[in-house]
């Protein structure tokens, strides 16, 4: 049984990112004082002593948007209107009932579906006596809350808990489910490739650089009738804003978009870092990609526009992103056409294997084995304090695959053998296109033995 949807809406700058936030005890949504900051519907699942539902919030109803983009906006809400269980109408305590608040009430009630009114920023005391203007929406008693401030918060999921009834205490993420962060630069296609594995407008599409500013999560199943060789698939993706160089970042907006997708990339399984194949990889791309081998995440280079680039061999194009994106080389390259969906369930597949692949466990007769071979090949440097030397390995973690090595010594081994021995082991383990994490640690001793002068 699918979570109930509960849809955030209101007129623009009543605090709805700011109460989506507080619900579900996150910073997915970005706040700003800047009208029309959210534009997207940006997903997330509120747990809460058994109380389990999906939570969309949307961009203001009735916004202006200077880049053009208030017809897709709306068309955003009124899909999470229509799609939502119960609606949660945002007002402004402190400003008082307007004439946006009016028609955000009026388009609300024609939907036909179950209302909550919330009065948000009532941050001072005495502010509840500005609820009885609320009245004349006639969306019944309006509950007082400050966001801000986590003041009636409590109370507004008791409200959202009975407007539910049973449905909100079922949860149908399973075991199967993992999570793609789509990265890369503006305007290179990371909507319309979510786009595409939805079926449906579920971001917002444009030429318009920067049109995404948050993350937003997509919950994506596919029946095995329509997937590849009769796979199901099951997966988040989250859509991140566009990256642009440090320079071009200048607004308050577009930083925190930065730490959004960064946070993207932490709690993803495995991220599309997604290239334009016109315009080849771009320094945001670089970025992206040091910070995939710096968490160690499985990565799929995915080239797309593929049919607009006038290359011919996808050959050739693999060796120039080696050139740009060296240290990427584990990472497996598809070329596709998120416009006319070209090849992008082969994304989808591939994911899932380096995500099922980065959680294998290996056997510890497995572990040394590799880490014998891979001393034998190339034995550790000598230092100024002598030879170092290695005894034995464990793996101590999955996603990504971690290993402890011990050894006599870990300062006698510098960073070329260490990025050696991990690619190395990785190579035996059958981790070729999966990162993995290496711990040198040093060996204990018995407290009776004594120290030779090779230790």
């Avoid at 109930?4 to 700058?13: D, F, K, M, T, Y």
């Avoid at 939502?84 to 579906?113: F, H, N, Y």
């Avoid at 030429?207 to 099951?234: K, M, Q």
């Avoid at 946070?263 to 315009?279: E, P």
Wanted: proline content about 4%; charged content about 30%.
């Amino acid at each position: 049984m699918p979570r109930p949807l509960v849809a955030i809406v209101g007129r623009p700058n009543v605090g709805k990112s700011t109460i989506f936030n507080a619900l579900s005890r996150s910073r997915l949504a970005i706040t700003d004082a800047e009208a029309g900051t959210t534009r997207d519907r940006i997903l997330a699942t509120v747990r809460r002593d058994g109380l389990v539902f999906d939570m969309v919030d949307t961009g203001g109803m009735g916004g202006e948007d200077l880049q053009g983009l208030d017809g897709s906006i709306e068309s955003q809400i009124d899909l999470a209107v229509a799609e939502a269980d119960l609606i949660l109408m945002v007002t402004d305590i402190a400003a008082g009932r307007s004439p946006a608040d009016d028609e955000v009430a009026r388009r609300v009630r024609r939907s036909g579906k179950p209302v909550l009114l919330v009065a948000n920023k009532a941050d001072t005391a005495g502010a509840e006596k500005g609820l009885a203007d609320f009245h004349a929406l006639g969306m019944g008693d309006a509950l007082a809350a400050s966001a801000l401030h986590r003041r009636g918060l409590d109370e507004l999921l008791e409200s959202v808990a009975d407007a539910l009834g049973e449905a909100a205490a079922s949860d149908d993420v399973g075991e199967d489910e993992f999570r793609i962060a789509v990265c890369g630069r503006q305007n290179s296609g990371k909507s319309t490739l979510v786009n595409a594995w939805a079926q449906s407008e579920r971001t917002i599409v444009s030429d318009v650089p920067g049109t995404t500013r948050d993350s937003v999560d997509v919950h994506i199943r596919r029946a095995s009738s329509e997937g590849e060789a009769g796979e199901d698939l099951a997966f988040v993706a989250i859509d991140t804003a566009g990256l642009r160089r440090k320079r071009q970042g200048k607004e308050p907006v577009d930083f925190y978009s930065s730490l959004r997708t960064e946070a993207a990339i932490n709690r993803a399984d495995v991220v599309v870092l997604l290239i334009d194949a016109v315009q080849g990889p771009a320094s945001a791309d670089k970025g992206v990609s040091r910070r995939c081998i710096e968490s160690a995440k499985p990565t799929i280079v995915v080239v797309n526009k593929w049919d607009l680039s006038g290359e011919t061999s996808t050959d050739g194009y693999v060796k120039f992103l080696d050139s740009r994106l060296a240290r990427m080389r584990f990472a497996p390259v598809i070329f596709i056409s998120a416009k006319d969906g070209e090849r992008v369930w082969d994304v989808a597949r591939v994911a899932g294997e380096l995500w099922r692949e980065a959680s294998r466990t290996c056997s510890t007769a497995d572990v040394n084995r590799a880490l014998r071979e891979a001393l034998e090949r190339r034995s550790p440097p000598v230092s100024r304090h002598g030879p170092g030397k290695a005894y034995y390995a464990t793996q101590v973690g999955t996603a990504p695959p971690r290993f402890a090595v011990f050894v006599n010594s870990p300062g006698r081994f510098d960073q070329t053998y260490r990025r050696y021995l991990a690619g190395a082991m990785a190579d035996s383990l059958g981790f070729e296109e999966v990162p993995v994490k290496l711990m040198l640690r040093p060996r204990e001793r018995s407290p009776n033995k004594k120290r030779s002068k090779a230790d």
